[in-house]
C-alpha cells in the first residue's frame, strides 16, 4: 500500500486495486460505519448491492459533467432510468427538476464552472490518498461538490459531533471538503474555496451555495489523524477489522457466540 508504483486514472479509480493503494474519503467514511465491512469491499469480498440513490446522485453528476457523458450515462442505465413504456421513473423525473433547478440560477451555474471529475493524490498523515473533484476552477481559486439532500434545514443527531447538525455535517461533507483542500494544496501549492451546491429533494426543489468557515477544519483534521491509525492498521492486516455488527456484511458474516442483556440491543 506504500509503494507508489500503482497508475491512478479515470478508469481505474473506482477499481480494487486504487482502494488497496490509496485511502479516499468514500473509504475513510466507510470505514467508520464499519471497518469490516471497508477492507471486505476494497479486497473484493463483498460487493454493496446497487442502490437506487448512489445510481440517482450518478445521474445529477452526469448531468452536469457534459452533454455527452449524460448522454452516454442515461444510454448505459436505460434499464435502470427507463420503464417498459419508455417513461423514466420517479426518482429519475424528480431528479430533473433537480437539474432543471440549478441550470435556471445563474449563481449556481457560476458555483459549477471550471474542470470536472479532477483526480489528484496526495499525502495525510503518512497515508497516501487520492481525490476526485466534482469541479474545481483554478482561476478563481475555488472547487464545488454538488449535493443532493432532503430539505437544507433538516437536523440530525450526529455523535461524531454529539450535537445536532446540518445534511452537510451528517454526511461528513465538512470533511470531505478539508481533504479535499488540503491535497489540493499539495498540488498547486494554493488553499482553494470550496463550494456545496445543494439542491433539495422537495417539491419544487429549493436551492444553496455553501460555503465553509474554515475553523471548522481544524476538528476534520484532529478527526482524521485520531482515526486513520486503526484502519490502516486493519488494511495492512496487522489487526482484526473492527466489525459494527449491523450492516449488511456483518448480518451475512455473523456467527453468535453467545447472549447479550437486553440492555444493548438500544446501543
Ligand atoms: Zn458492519
Same mark, same amino acid.
Given at each position: 500500500?506504500?509503494?507508489?508504483?500503482?497508475?491512478?486514472?479515470?478508469?481505474?479509480?473506482?477499481?480494487?486495486?486504487?482502494?488497496?493503494?490509496?485511502?479516499?474519503?468514500?473509504?475513510?467514511?466507510?470505514?467508520?460505519?464499519?471497518?469490516?465491512?471497508?477492507?471486505?469491499?476494497?479486497?473484493?469480498?463483498?460487493?454493496?448491492?446497487?442502490?437506487?440513490?448512489?445510481?440517482?446522485?450518478?445521474?445529477?453528476?452526469?448531468?452536469?459533467?457534459?452533454?455527452?457523458?449524460?448522454?452516454?450515462?442515461?444510454?448505459?442505465?436505460?434499464?435502470?432510468? #427507463?420503464?417498459?413504456?419508455?417513461? =423514466?421513473?420517479?426518482?429519475?423525473? !424528480? @431528479?430533473?427538476?433537480?437539474?432543471? +433547478?440549478?441550470?435556471? *440560477?445563474?449563481?449556481?451555474?457560476?458555483?459549477?464552472?471550471?474542470?470536472?471529475?479532477?483526480?489528484?493524490?496526495?499525502?495525510?498523515?503518512?497515508?497516501?490518498?487520492?481525490?476526485?473533484?466534482?469541479?474545481?476552477?483554478?482561476?478563481?481559486?475555488?472547487?464545488?461538490?454538488?449535493?443532493?439532500?432532503?430539505?437544507?434545514?433538516?437536523?440530525?443527531?450526529?455523535?461524531?459531533?454529539?450535537?445536532?447538525?446540518?445534511?452537510?455535517?451528517?454526511?461528513?461533507?465538512?470533511?470531505?471538503?478539508?481533504?479535499?483542500?488540503?491535497?489540493?494544496?499539495?498540488?498547486?501549492?494554493?488553499?482553494?474555496?470550496? #463550494?456545496?451546491?445543494?439542491?433539495? =429533494?422537495?417539491?419544487?426543489?429549493? !436551492? @444553496?451555495?455553501?460555503?465553509?468557515? +474554515?475553523?471548522?477544519? *481544524?476538528?476534520?483534521?484532529?478527526?482524521?489523524?485520531?482515526?486513520?491509525?486503526?484502519?490502516?492498521?486493519?488494511?495492512?492486516?496487522?489487526?482484526?477489522?473492527?466489525?459494527?455488527?449491523?450492516?449488511?456484511?456483518?448480518?451475512?458474516?455473523?456467527?453468535?457466540?453467545?447472549?447479550?442483556?437486553?440492555?444493548?440491543?438500544?446501543?
Amino acid at each position: 500500500m506504500q509503494q507508489t508504483t500503482f497508475q491512478l486514472n479515470s478508469e481505474n479509480y473506482h477499481s480494487n486495486e486504487a482502494n488497496q493503494h490509496y485511502m479516499s474519503v468514500s473509504q475513510f467514511k466507510s470505514a467508520m460505519e464499519c471497518e469490516a465491512k471497508t477492507l471486505a469491499e476494497v479486497k473484493g469480498e463483498f460487493t454493496r448491492p446497487p442502490s437506487t440513490a448512489l445510481m440517482v446522485g450518478s445521474y445529477l453528476h452526469a448531468a452536469f459533467e457534459s452533454d455527452e457523458v449524460f448522454a452516454d450515462f442515461k444510454e448505459q442505465n436505460h434499464q435502470s432510468i #427507463y420503464n417498459n413504456r419508455g417513461n =423514466k421513473y420517479k426518482d429519475y423525473e !424528480k @431528479a430533473d427538476d433537480m437539474i432543471e +433547478t440549478i441550470k435556471n *440560477d445563474e449563481f449556481c451555474m457560476f458555483a459549477l464552472q471550471g474542470e470536472k471529475e479532477v483526480i489528484y493524490t496526495g499525502e495525510l498523515f503518512g497515508v497516501e490518498w487520492k481525490i476526485k473533484i466534482d469541479n474545481i476552477n483554478h482561476d478563481r481559486g475555488f472547487f464545488s461538490d454538488l449535493k443532493s439532500t432532503q430539505e437544507l434545514r433538516k437536523r440530525y443527531w450526529s455523535e461524531k459531533y454529539n450535537t445536532w447538525v446540518s445534511f452537510v455535517q451528517a454526511f461528513d461533507y465538512v470533511l470531505q471538503m478539508w481533504v479535499y483542500r488540503e491535497i489540493i494544496f499539495q498540488n498547486t501549492g494554493r488553499y482553494y474555496d470550496p #463550494y456545496i451546491v445543494a439542491v433539495t =429533494k422537495e417539491t419544487p426543489p429549493d !436551492k @444553496a451555495v455553501l460555503h465553509f468557515d +474554515t475553523t471548522r477544519f *481544524d476538528f476534520e483534521k484532529e478527526y482524521v489523524q485520531t482515526m486513520l491509525p486503526s484502519i490502516i492498521e486493519a488494511k495492512l492486516g496487522y489487526k482484526t477489522p473492527h466489525r459494527c455488527d449491523k450492516c449488511e456484511y456483518c448480518r451475512a458474516t455473523k456467527k453468535l457466540e453467545g447472549t447479550f442483556e437486553i440492555e444493548y440491543l438500544l446501543d
